[in-house]
C-alpha cells in the first residue's frame, strides 16, 4: 500500500483541503498521513471564518516522525498559509527525502489575475523555493504568471500557454508543470502540461461546466496524486481527475448545491474506483 503525506489547511465545513485529500486518497488505495497547517471553522469564502494556524506545531510533528522512521512514497503539498509555512515544506522536503518520494506541489496562493488576501508580493518568491524542490507542480494560470514573471491574461491561445510552462523550466521542477484550468480551444477547460524529461507538451480538457465550485482544484490534485501513487502515469492520472472533477460538478449542478460548499463527491467514488480498477492498478 502506497504511503502519501499531505501537507494543507482542514476546513472544519466546506468540502476543501483535508477534507476531500483525507477521503479521496484513502478511497484510493493509499495510506494517508496528513500534515494540518491550520484549522478553520470554515473556508474562507465564508465570511468571519475562525482560523487557527499551527506554524508551531508543524516542526514537533515532523521531528517526532523522524525519530520514528517514517518514510513516504509520495509528499504532496496544498495550500500554505504563511511564507514560514512554505519554509516548513522545504524543509519537509529535504528531511523525508532519502527514500526518493515523488514531491508533488500544488502552489495555491492565487486566481483570477491575483494573489488571495493575506499573502504579501514577496509571497510567490517562495513558493518558487518551494516548486523547486518538487518533482511535479501544477499552477493554475494566475500562480503559473506570478511564478515565471510573465503577465497574466485573461485571454490566451496555445502559444502563450507554452510559452508559460517554458518560463517555469528555470524554477527546476524535475518532472513536469502541468496548468490546470485552461485550454487552448474555447469552450473547454482542462490541463496544458510539459513533461521535463522528453520536453512535450501534453493536453487534456472537457467543455466548460458553467459556474466553479469552492474545492475543486483540491479534488482534481488529491486524485492525481492517488493515481501517481498507485502506479499510473502522469498523464492517465491528470485525465482520471479531470473526468472525475467533472462528474463531481455535474452532480452537484443537478443538486443545485451552494458552490461554497463544494462538491458531492462522495457518490462518485464508486466509479472512480472502477476506472483504477480497469486501469489495472
Avoid at 108 to 123: E, Q, W
Avoid at 152 to 175: H, K, M, W
Wanted: hydrophobic share 45%; glycine share 8%; proline share 5%.
Amino acid at each position: 500500500m502506497p504511503k502519501v503525506v499531505t501537507i494543507q489547511d482542514l476546513s472544519c465545513f466546506g468540502k476543501c483541503s483535508l477534507t476531500v485529500a483525507l477521503p479521496l486518497l484513502s478511497a484510493m488505495g493509499a495510506e494517508t498521513a496528513v500534515l494540518p497547517t491550520a484549522i478553520l471553522s470554515t473556508h474562507t469564502l465564508f465570511p468571519g471564518a475562525h482560523c487557527m494556524r499551527l506554524d508551531a506545531a508543524l516542526p514537533k510533528i515532523s521531528e517526532h516522525w523522524s525519530s520514528l522512521g517514517l518514510r513516504f512514497d509520495v509528499i504532496y503539498s496544498g495550500y500554505l498559509a504563511s511564507e514560514s509555512q512554505v519554509r516548513f515544506a522545504i524543509d519537509f522536503f529535504r528531511c523525508f527525502s532519502d527514500n526518493t518520494p515523488l514531491r508533488f506541489v500544488d502552489p495555491a496562493m492565487a486566481d483570477n489575475g491575483r494573489l488571495y488576501s493575506g499573502f504579501s508580493p514577496s509571497f510567490p518568491a517562495v513558493m518558487a523555493q518551494l516548486c523547486a524542490a518538487a518533482d511535479i507542480i501544477a499552477p493554475n494560470l494566475t500562480e503559473a504568471a506570478l511564478l515565471s514573471g510573465i503577465a497574466y491574461r485573461e485571454s490566451y491561445d496555445e502559444d502563450y500557454l507554452r510559452d508559460v510552462l517554458e518560463a517555469l523550466i528555470p524554477l527546476g521542477t524535475r518532472q513536469a508543470i502541468v496548468l490546470t484550468g485552461v485550454s487552448a480551444e474555447a469552450g473547454r477547460t482542462g490541463v496544458y502540461g510539459l513533461d521535463l524529461r522528453s520536453h512535450e507538451f501534453f493536453s487534456y480538457s472537457h467543455e466548460k461546466c458553467g459556474a466553479g465550485y469552492h474545492g475543486t482544484g483540491d479534488i482534481f490534485s488529491s486524485v492525481t496524486v492517488g493515481a501517481l501513487a498507485k502506479g499510473l502515469p502522469l498523464r492517465q492520472s491528470l485525465s482520471l481527475a479531470a473526468d472525475f472533477t467533472v462528474s463531481c460538478i455535474k452532480a452537484s449542478q443537478s443538486q443545485g448545491r451552494d458552490s461554497r460548499c463544494g462538491v458531492c463527491f462522495e457518490p462518485e467514488i464508486p466509479m472512480l474506483l472502477a476506472k483504477l480498477s480497469a486501469a489495472g492498478v
